[in-house]
C-alpha cells in the first residue's frame, strides 16, 4: 500500500459502477489549506464590511447633525451681532449724551465703529434713526419757569423732575422726537400728558395739557403736534412740564434739548 496517498471510494446508486481514486496526501493538505484560508478570507471581508456599513450610516447621521448645528450657529451669529449693534448704539447715545461709560464699553464702541466703516451705508441708516430718537426739538418755546431738580429724591418739596415751560394756553406742543405714544391720557398730577417711547431707552412725557391729538400706539414724528398746552392737573398756570427719561431714570432736559 502506497503511504503516500489514501483511496477514495464513491459508491452511487448502482454498485457496480463504484469509482476509486487515490489522492495523495499531500494535495489533500493543499486544498484543505486553501479551503481554510478561503474561508477565514471570507469571514475577514464580511466583518470588514459590516463595519464598513455602520460607519457609513453613522457618516450620514453625523452629517444632518453638523448640517443642523450649521444653521442653529448661523441663527446664534445673528442674534449675537443684533445684541451687539444695540449695545454700540445704547453706548453711542450715552457718549452723545456725556455719560461716562466704562473702558470696556469704549473698546466695545470702537470696535463697532471699525465695523461701521465697512458698512456706511446700513451705518448711515443707523446713524439717522438713532439721531431722530433723541429729544434735541423743544417741543414749545418759552420761559423756563422750573429747572430740572432731583438731588433731594422725591420727598423733597424742591424735588422736580422736569422742566417748566411757561407759554399760552392753546399753544402747540410738539414732539421732541420721532417715537411711539406709550401712553397718553389723563394723570391726576400731570393732568392730559403725553409719554412718548422714542428708543434705544429713551422717553419723553409732556403733561397739564389742555387737549391731546395722538392716541396709545401712533407713531409721530420729530416736530409733530401731539397737544395743545393747558393748565391741567396740579397746576398753578398754563404751562408745559417737559420730562426726559433715561433708562427708566429722569434726567434734565436740557441735556438733550439744542440750543
Do not use: C
Not at 500500500?1 to 489514501?6: A, E, I, N, Y
Not at 474561508?39 to 447621521?61: C, D, P, Q
Not at 430718537?133 to 420727598?155: D, E, H, L, M, Q
Amino acid at each position: 500500500m502506497d503511504k503516500d496517498t489514501f483511496t477514495v471510494i464513491v459508491v452511487p446508486h448502482d454498485p457496480q459502477k463504484t469509482r476509486n481514486y487515490k489522492v495523495p496526501y499531500r494535495l489533500f493538505y493543499v486544498l484543505v489549506t486553501l479551503v481554510a484560508i478561503g474561508l477565514v478570507a471570507m469571514v475577514i471581508f464580511l466583518a470588514t464590511y459590516g463595519k464598513l456599513l455602520i460607519k457609513a450610516r453613522e457618516s450620514v447621521l453625523l452629517a444632518g447633525q453638523v448640517e443642523e448645528l450649521t444653521k442653529r450657529n448661523a441663527q446664534i451669529g445673528e442674534v449675537v451681532r443684533d445684541l451687539s449693534e444695540l449695545h454700540a448704539m445704547d453706548l453711542k447715545v450715552r457718549r452723545m449724551l456725556g455719560v461716562d461709560i466704562a473702558a470696556e464699553d469704549s473698546l466695545a464702541l470702537s470696535r463697532a465703529q471699525e465695523t461701521e466703516e465697512q458698512t456706511d451705508g446700513d451705518v448711515q441708516i443707523g446713524k439717522e434713526q438713532m439721531l431722530r430718537s433723541i429729544p434735541s426739538f423743544w417741543p414749545v418755546r418759552g420761559y423756563i419757569t422750573k429747572s430740572f431738580n432731583i438731588a433731594g429724591g422725591r420727598g423733597d418739596a424742591d424735588y422736580h423732575p422736569g422742566l417748566d415751560i411757561g407759554v399760552d394756553r392753546g399753544t402747540p406742543v410738539r414732539a421732541a422726537a420721532s417715537g411711539y405714544v406709550e401712553e397718553a391720557g389723563w394723570d391726576d398730577t400731570y393732568g392730559y400728558f403725553v409719554k412718548i417711547d422714542h428708543g434705544y431707552g429713551i422717553k419723553t412725557l409732556y403733561g397739564h395739557n389742555d387737549r391731546l391729538v395722538v392716541m396709545r400706539g401712533e407713531r409721530v414724528g420729530r416736530g409733530q403736534t401731539i397737544a395743545y398746552s393747558g393748565n391741567s392737573g396740579r397746576s398753578t398756570a398754563p404751562h408745559l412740564h417737559f420730562e426726559v427719561i433715561q433708562d427708566n431714570v429722569n434726567v434734565d432736559p436740557l441735556k438733550y434739548l439744542l440750543k
